[in-house]
């Protein structure tokens, strides 16, 4: 061969892409909108719309032409904005709405399937600002097809915003009751986060961080099943050197993502932000993340040994895509979302995981208690609960957590929920029913922890 | 980083009369330069891959592939097309 690649290595990447699922997950745009406040919720919206088809017009074209020109699928293109909140603060929570319905339009016009940003950063608390748009996220949820949103309640530095954790419980109820006619789809594009990243390429919860520049390309790999095969064919091999086959691999799964990343930024003249170094299943058999960790040698992701099995899993995957690419950053770790993924979902049947599993699941990758659907009268205090337990893990291990839970409205433990598409379906889990009412109406902040005052 | 012109071809599929026949009359049709083959048969298996430029070509790649994996297709082949550039980055630093 003229460069000296061997045909080995030509089939090995040719039998990634066709039989192994590896993709670019998604290639998402960050927008600046922060100069597009005006003086109503209608002008501002309007501005938010010019500029994002100003500025991602081409963007699906541009990644269509990616994915023919270089035989490598890229599933989603997607756009991030400023969070809202900070952008129309001192609007009413009807100009809130009337903003959202414009970010919808303007995705339907620039072709893509979900935009974020719809999104408020409270973990030390609220503004003005804050305060309407979260009271605007049940209706943007409930009356838009693509608008994604995402609360940041807690911080490592800051500690956890428990005014949020309670406000959100009932957001997220409020939002399921809205879209009861669709299982309460509203709430799988809601994400409650503890130190929420700031260019991460991922919906529900992306949006383009205050630090970030005008406009970036971020880009999200996936390549759980091209991890699977290759962890398949060494049964007998120690773990130490399975971290190793499982770092080779990701090392060029994230390669991929880094062509795609600077082609892509090329040619639609935006720097390139980040590659998102994430193992996201998708519902399609073979790309699943529980897979993987069942290959390694559990008979179900759940039994006891699932932790460390993920912790490994996690850690290779980073250690490999940190060498491929020359920005890391968004979630970067293992997804494990419970409707995303057929093996997730085969283990809640056979009664192997649970949310507890999940919740210390997360502990050890990305992102949290993910896509998850819960009984539909479950009352809000215990999903604050929820959301308040994950916060914690993120911010005393100085983690990205997030919650992403659909209480299903008329649903009990062992019904469906049925999403379609990436979101896929789910079975209905079992939540803890003792009540922490008590704990969670004290409200309040919980101080940042002591290893937060490293300065 | 410059982008190329430099493709691979791969065909995979049982071995029969007029493979590379059928895939490199559809190349040189449309002006796509052949810089490399390399072919082997295992057990009736037939594996090809091929470095080819289009520079010179004022075809599409994904016109291109569309005409290989069709062609492919008739003959019980599968056909991949992909930029060279995907295999130097995932296989070399």
């Keep these: ?455 | 980083m410059e982008e190329g012109k430099k493709l691979i071809i791969t065909v995979l599929g049982y071995d029969r009369v007029g493979i590379i026949a059928t895939i490199s009359a559809i190349l040189a049709e449309n002006q796509v330069n052949i810089l490399d083959i390399s072919q082997t048969i295992l057990q009736g298996f037939f594996t090809m891959v091929m470095v080819v430029d289009m520079s010179n070509s004022k075809c599409e790649i994904g016109q291109l592939r569309e005409l290989l994996v069709e062609a492919g297709r008739n003959l019980g082949l599968e056909v991949t097309v992909q930029h060279e550039d995907i295999f130097k980055f995932m296989h070399r630093i």
């Design chain 1, 1 to 455: 061969m003229p460069f000296h690649i061997s045909k080995d290595e030509i089939m090995e990447t040719v039998r990634m892409v066709q039989s192994e699922n590896l993709d670019i997950r998604t290639i998402t745009m960050g927008i600046n909108i922060q100069d597009c406040r005006h003086r109503d919720g209608n002008a501002t919206g309007k501005s938010i719309y010019d500029k994002i088809v100003k500025y991602a017009g081409n963007l699906v074209k541009t990644g269509d032409e990616i994915e023919k020109e270089y035989g490598i699928p890229i599933i989603n293109k997607r756009i991030s904005v400023t969070p809202v909140a900070n952008v129309a603060d001192g609007l009413n929570r009807d100009d809130m709405i009337t903003i959202g319905k414009y970010m919808d339009e303007a995705a339907r016009e620039v072709g893509v399937n979900f935009i974020g940003g719809f999104s408020a950063l409270v973990h030390k608390g609220f503004t003005h600002g804050d305060k309407d748009l979260i009271a605007a996220i049940p209706y943007v949820l409930s009356n838009t097809e693509r608008v994604c949103s995402s609360v940041n309640v807690a911080t490592t530095k800051a500690g956890i915003n428990m005014d949020a954790v309670y406000l959100m419980g009932n957001t997220i109820k409020q939002t399921a009751e809205l879209t009861a006619d669709n299982d309460g789809i509203g709430c799988a594009k809601l994400v409650v986060f503890c130190n929420a990243a700031e260019d991460n390429p991922f919906m529900a919860g992306a949006f383009h961080g205050i630090g970030e520049p005008e406009s970036t390309i971020n880009i999200g790999v996936s390549g759980p099943g091209v991890v699977l095969n290759a962890v398949r064919k060494y049964p007998e091999m120690d773990l130490g050197e399975l971290a190793n086959v499982i770092k080779k691999t990701a090392f060029k799964v994230t390669r991929t993502g880094e062509l795609v990343g600077r082609v892509a930024s090329k040619r639609l003249g935006v720097p390139f932000g980040i590659v998102d170094l994430s193992l996201a299943p998708t519902p399609a058999i073979g790309d699943s993340v529980a897979d993987i960790l069942q290959s390694m040698g559990l008979e179900r992701v759940g039994a006891h040994g699932s932790t460390a099995a993920l912790a490994m899993l996690n850690d290779a995957v980073k250690k490999g895509g940190a060498m491929a690419s020359s920005y890391v950053g968004g979630l970067s770790g293992a997804f494990i979302p419970v409707s995303e993924d057929a093996g997730m979902i085969d283990a809640v049947l056979a009664g192997a995981l649970n949310i507890d599993k999940l919740e210390a699941m997360t502990c050890v990758c990305s992102v949290g208690l993910d896509m998850i659907a819960i009984p539909g009268d479950t009352s809000s205090e215990i999903i604050s609960a929820i959301i308040a337990d994950e916060a914690a893990i993120g911010m005393i291990n100085r983690k990205t957590t997030a919650v992403r839970l659909i209480p299903a409205p008329g649903k009990k433990v062992g019904d469906w929920v049925e999403f379609g598409g990436l979101l896929g379906r789910a079975p209905v889990m079992k939540v803890n029913q003792f009540s922490p009412a008590g704990f969670i109406n004290r409200r309040g902040r919980i101080p940042a922890p002591i290893h937060s005052l490293n300065n």
